[in-house]
């Protein structure tokens, strides 16, 4: 598949490398595993630069000696020169006329050989007027971030810059459904459960399913028996976690099963709220797996799944893992069942980047609240997106549905009693509508109102 939309980072990594013409420059890429950090590097080096990957199930020794014919296939190290040791690596790296260095996986140095990064502390204040570039990437996101920031490490304030790669955009991956011949209702559906995670969209054409259906899809990656993604989730949190894991995986399955407050994940496990505090905190700021979600108005937020692959896998699979892997055919029908509600729960979020950009808000959030006077279960409202540009303030009603006229207008006016229960917004504020398809989706737009469905993205 080719490379793409990351001109931006790939640009940024250019201006970088100038600066690099004058002096030391050690950059820290990082982002979760499957986000497209590699490929990234490798467009960026273009065969002029050293690549290195940190195998951590290499020892110290042989991973040196693969260091060691790299450099020697680079020119870099003379055919009878050998590395003696990690110190003499490093300095042969910075110190010699060598092309730009990547270092991929970085953190797994934490478990081959730890004491390179006091030996990279070193090396790098004793030569820091020495023009070079060295990029230094990890998917282990918590543990990439105690290497940087925690003031106790050797490492700490020796990076220039940071920075965490984001998953593709919308855009991009639409982009990426056209070449992999998908309708563009299952390329959404796809987005709905993979996000912008390019190595899922990878595995539809390694795994020849370029043309096949979102439903054909999601059997052969996930519920076919050996299917390449079974343990995917697993996989990756396990090795961020470590040995922790078990109170995380409970906190993301409460989550996923709707428990969006501190207290209603604290009465899922059954536990104090105090008890669960700390790990809430490292979910979202140290290992960013989670969101606190803020509504437009008012102080107190909703905890969300960032990713949405992670997000299905909680919610469908985890709890009833020994089914799953067991292939029991009534769990299969269960999770096919439940796919479309699913892609409604993610579609929100989707249609709110849609909205973002095809009218250029500089803000946008869901907003609830509560319901003054009126009677107990009917005291609360949710509007999926309010927003703002330059010029006007709208709100939205997203669905993922196929709407007929009459739909739509019955969800518009509800939108429109729900919004005024939202205090100091403007006047003419514009109201909207995002759904799978809207049949008289012209008229509506005739009326006044923003409608968009499939057809538009």
Not at 182 to 188: F, G, I, M, S, W
Not at 193 to 214: R, T
Not at 310 to 335: C, G, H
Not at 439 to 453: E, I, P, T, V, W
Request: charged letters at 30%; glycine letters at 8%.
């Amino acid at each position: 598949m080719r490379f793409i939309n990351r001109e931006m980072e790939i640009n940024e990594l250019k201006e970088l490398e100038k600066l690099s013409k004058d002096k030391l420059f050690v950059i820290a890429i990082y982002g979760l595993r499957r986000v497209g950090k590699t490929r990234l590097l490798l467009e960026f080096l273009k065969d002029r630069g050293l690549y290195f990957f940190v195998n951590k199930n290499k020892t110290s020794a042989d991973l040196l000696n693969e260091y060691q014919q790299i450099l020697k296939a680079g020119k870099v190290l003379g055919e009878l020169e050998k590395l003696d040791s990690w110190d003499t690596f490093i300095e042969v790296l910075i110190t010699r006329n060598t092309p730009h260095v990547v270092f991929d996986e970085f953190q797994n140095f934490n478990f081959v050989e730890p004491a390179i990064f006091g030996i990279m502390q070193k090396n790098i204040d004793l030569n820091e007027n020495k023009p070079h570039l060295i990029v230094i990437s990890g998917s282990l996101i918590g543990l990439m971030k105690k290497l940087f920031k925690n003031t106790k490490e050797p490492l700490y304030g020796r990076i220039k810059k940071g920075k965490k790669l984001e998953p593709l955009t919308l855009k991009s991956c639409l982009q990426i459904g056209k070449e992999l011949l998908l309708e563009k209702e299952d390329l959404v559906k796809l987005y709905l459960l993979f996000g912008g995670y390019p190595k899922y969209y990878v595995a539809i054409e390694d795994f020849s399913l370029k043309g096949k259906n979102a439903e054909a899809i999601v059997d052969a990656l996930f519920l076919a028996k050996d299917a390449p993604l079974e343990d995917e989730i697993n996989g990756i949190l396990s090795q961020e976690f470590g040995g922790r894991s078990g109170i995380y995986y409970s906190i993301l399955e409460a989550i996923a099963g709707g428990n969006n407050t501190i207290s209603a994940i604290a009465g899922y496990l059954n536990t104090p709220a105090t008890s669960i505090t700390r790990q809430l905190n490292e979910l979202k700021d140290l290992f960013e797996i989670i969101e606190l979600e803020m509504p437009y108005q008012g102080k107190r937020g909703i905890y969300r799944i960032k990713h949405p692959l992670m997000e299905f896998w909680f919610s469908q699979i985890y709890k009833n893992f020994s089914d799953y892997t067991a292939r029991r055919p009534e769990f299969v029908t269960s999770l096919k069942n439940n796919l479309n509600n699913f892609y409604g729960r993610r579609f929100e979020q989707m249609a709110g980047e849609f909205v973002a950009l095809e009218l250029g808000l500089t803000e946008s959030r869901r907003q609830w609240g509560k319901i003054a006077g009126a009677e107990k279960g009917k005291n609360t409202y949710e509007i999926d997106l309010i927003g703002k540009n330059e010029k006007n303030a709208y709100a939205f009603e997203f669905k993922w549905q196929a709407l007929e006229y009459t739909e739509a207008m019955g969800l518009l006016d509800d939108l429109a009693g729900k919004v005024a229960h939202v205090p100091k917004l403007p006047k003419d504020l514009k109201l909207g509508i995002v759904a799978r398809k809207i049949s008289g989706k012209q008229k509506l737009r005739r009326k006044g109102y923003l409608a968009y469905d499939l057809d538009d993205f």
